[in-house]
């Protein structure tokens, strides 16, 4: 059983699993709580439970998976990971770790992990001679990121435009400086949509901070790939955690 498989069905889906398995008095649970349940008597039976997430290193050594559904906000679902598992595979924050995970124990609140399977995709062998990313070396891009598509759509204009005044290759970084109401969000929108559909193979994260709460949610409905947001109710702090992982 995978946890973050369980945290995308709906209640009514998590309702169904818990009858399946013969779980008391779950339509009085509240989600985190039904979630916590299935995965406790799953683990009963001998069954191995599965985890993922991206790793937050705290100042104190020790680490937890935070989930990038809730935009990496601390919760009680959030996996532990010692940090004598952070020092030998060489962790750091921002990490995507895969693994095995166990229930808590009695006097421990949080899930922990027991098993590394794999560090951004790859074995976790593979992690111990990576390089920091501070410490990579700045090269001019090779490879070009069409944004031009084969729609008449009103929006392959702007990849169109893109591609011949200002184009983007892979690895580049860029600023758009413009007046507030000018259309940046829509552009975003726009370049991500091209982006989903030239380049599939490339992985989408779309980082909003200080927006507005509905302009996040319309950015999650319009975009393919991974929305991670900090609204302007937000306190700053929050900001910089959303932005370091």
């Known amino acids: 059983m995978n946890i973050a498989e369980l945290k995308l069905k709906s209640a009514a889906e998590l309702l169904e699993l818990a009858a399946a398995n013969e779980l008391e008095n779950a339509n009085r649970l509240r989600k985190h709580d039904l979630i916590f349940a299935l995965l406790k008597q799953q683990a009963k039976k001998g069954e191995a439970i599965k985890g993922s997430g991206v790793l937050e290193v705290l100042p104190d050594g020790y680490g937890f ?4 559904e809730a935009s990496y906000l601390a919760g009680t ?6 940090p004598s598992q952070i020092r030998r595979f060489n962790l750091h924050t921002g990490d995507s770790i895969e693994g095995e995970v166990r229930t808590p124990k009695e006097g421990e609140r949080y899930f922990a992990l027991t098993r590394l399977d794999a560090v951004n995709g790859l074995p976790p062998e593979a992690s111990k001679n990576k390089v920091l990313f501070e410490n990579l070396t700045p090269l001019f891009p090779d490879e070009i990121m069409r944004l031009e598509r084969d729609i008449k759509a009103e929006e392959n204009i702007t990849g169109r435009v893109i591609d011949i005044v200002a184009p983007i290759g892979k690895g580049q970084r860029g600023i758009i400086v413009a007046p507030p109401k000018s259309g940046k969000t829509v552009m975003m929108q726009h370049v991500a949509h091209a982006i989903a559909s030239n380049h599939p193979d490339v992985v989408l994260i779309v980082l909003l901070i200080d927006e507005r709460p ?5 950015m999650q409905r319009t975009v393919r790939g991974e929305v991670v947001a900090s609204t302007f109710d937000e306190p700053a702090t929050r900001h910089v955690q959303v932005a370091e992982m």
């Open 214 to 218: 509905e302009e996040v949610t319309d």
């Open 65 to 68: 998976l935070r989930s990038p």
């Open 77 to 82: 679902d959030d996996i532990y990971i010692s």
